[in-house]
């Protein structure tokens, strides 16, 4: 394999080539959604880079949400997004929105980018195989905002040992075959957990953890279960990054054995996470 080019502006190195060797054969649960979604170029650039990494031998699935486009389906459709505490509040005209954008829209679309980078992928949904069970997060009956119960990796384990990429969004059904949104970074941890996957990475519109919100200076590269405590106990860490860092958390203690948070808006930011020993987001460990 050449030390050249590989992708415009990322190129091998020693460290690179040993990484590679490194994680050949390993899983790798990517989550990929919200703002980092909506540029076209660096949507492509993301899934060229998964491309890349499912060709040097690494199982890739890719978990994606895709909030700004429902958003924008339903001001087109004069229904008005509603949240609380900063989840979707879905009724039954809202999730059917869900639904028609993330897997009739946004997966195929990635889908079909697999394909122009001659990567065999499927479009799934938590729905297939009851790959994903949920359940309601609220007591209403008109709220339709799930939480994962279990999932069933069976369907994965297939398709991953077959070359296949399953690119999976994130809405599921629970036994009676009710409808859910869920957030897709729970769907990812939950995913990870159940393929013991080596690690979960989450593609943000953040750097990572900064120690100072508005200094980018101040990314924070390695935790561990313990310091998170520490941050959160100083409001370090908080708002939007909670949900995320709970995902984090629940993967590592579901024996996944590392979790990532980079930014998404950076080109080639899942090269430079896995493939260089600086790396540039925040890893997280037990």
């Not at 949400?65 to 989840?87: R, T």
């Not at 799934?124 to 008109?142: E, P, R, Y």
């Not at 957990?193 to 990475?201: M, N, S, T, V």
Request: net charge negative; with cysteine.
């Amino acid at each position: 394999m050449s030390n050249h080019l590989i992708a415009d502006r990322f190129y091998f190195s020693n460290d690179t080539l040993s990484l590679i060797h490194k994680y050949s054969g390993s899983t790798f649960v990517v989550k990929y959604g919200g703002s980092v979604m909506t540029d076209s170029f660096l949507q492509s650039q993301v899934i060229k880079d998964l491309s890349l990494l499912h060709g040097l031998g690494i199982n890739i699935v890719l978990v994606h949400g895709g909030g700004m486009f429902i958003d924008q389906w339903l001001n087109k459709l004069n229904i008005k997004p509603s949240f609380e505490n900063g989840v979707r509040i879905t009724d039954s005209q809202t999730m059917d929105i869900v639904e028609m954008v993330l897997i009739g829209r946004v997966n195929k679309q990635l889908v079909s980018l697999f394909n122009q980078n001659n990567v065999n992928s499927v479009g799934l949904s938590g729905q297939d195989a009851s790959l994903v069970v949920a359940s309601a997060m609220f007591s209403s009956s008109t709220n339709l905002t799930g939480r994962v119960d279990s999932v069933n990796p069976q369907l994965l384990d297939l398709l991953l040992l077959n070359r296949f990429i399953p690119v999976i969004a994130s809405v599921a059904c629970d036994y009676k075959g009710n409808r859910y949104n869920v957030n897709a970074d729970t769907i990812a941890s939950s995913i990870a957990i159940a393929l013991k996957a080596d690690k979960l990475i989450l593609l943000t519109d953040t750097p990572g953890v900064l120690s100072d919100l508005n200094d980018c200076s101040t990314l924070i590269k390695e935790l561990n279960l313990e310091s998170i405590e520490s941050l959160k106990s100083d409001n370090i860490i908080s708002g939007g990054m909670i949900p995320k860092i709970q995902s984090c958390i629940d993967a590592l203690t579901g024996s996944v054995k590392s979790a990532h948070i980079i930014d998404g808006r950076v080109r080639h930011a899942l090269l430079h996470e896995l493939l260089t020993y600086d790396r540039i987001g925040s890893m997280i460990v037990v």
